[in-house]
């Protein structure tokens, strides 16, 4: 297939763009999956009585995002 029937070919610029959509999707959720981990395991490790700066060191979350979960 050229370049100029690829442009124009509805159906394959459609697929083209789906994979790329799920792809970003993919990358997306598991950001988000990584980031909820995180949480959980600051979370655990405040309930177990570590200090902020451990738990943010041990997590990579910020001293702010730590102080959050500590409030909730």
């Known amino acids: ?3 100029m029937t690829a442009l124009f070919d509805q159906d394959y610029v459609t697929r083209m763009y ?3 959509q799920k ?3 993919l ?3 598991m950001k988000a999956g990584l980031k909820e981990g995180k949480r959980e395991t600051a979370m ?5 009585g570590m200090s902020a700066d451990v738990v ?3 997590t990579g979350l910020s001293a702010e995002e730590i ?3 500590r409030h909730q």
Do not use: C, T
């Open 56 to 58: 943010a060191k041990a």
């Open 27 to 29: 990358k997306e959720g």
């Open 18 to 20: 789906g994979v790329d």
């Open 67 to 69: 102080e959050d979960l």
């Open 23 to 25: 792809r970003e999707g």
């Open 1 to 3: 297939m050229n370049i």
């Open 44 to 48: 655990n490790l405040l309930k177990m």
